[in-house]
């Protein structure tokens, strides 16, 4: 289980998988200097419910990975979080396409 912390002060448990797919996302949002929503349900054990940030290029992410090697990535899965996050509702944690490329 990998952590996101934004802003060093909020943080959240992501499968190393999807948190793998989602530092892309913020990546190539953040290079091009775009500043989006990014929302996300809560583990039930903290309590549950969803959280929503404004990320914006000025400020401090880091992804921490539970596992020592990188996840192979499903370029669908790009796509459709990166629709997401380009929607009016900004980046959610979408289910996991399947793979079509070989």
Do not use: C
């Amino acid at each position: 289980m990998g952590k996101f912390t934004y802003d060093s002060s909020l943080t959240a448990d992501f499968d190393d998988r999807a948190l793998a797919h989602i530092q892309l996302v913020i990546g190539a949002k953040l290079r091009r200097g775009e500043s989006f929503y990014f929302s996300w349900r809560d583990d039930p054990l903290a309590g549950g419910g969803r959280s929503s940030i404004w990320v914006h290029p000025g400020i401090s992410i880091t992804y921490k990975y539970f596992g020592s090697k990188s996840p192979a990535l499903n370029r669908e899965w790009v796509n459709a979080l990166t629709l997401s996050a380009n929607s009016a509702n900004g980046l959610q944690v979408v289910a996991e396409p399947p793979d079509s490329t070989p």
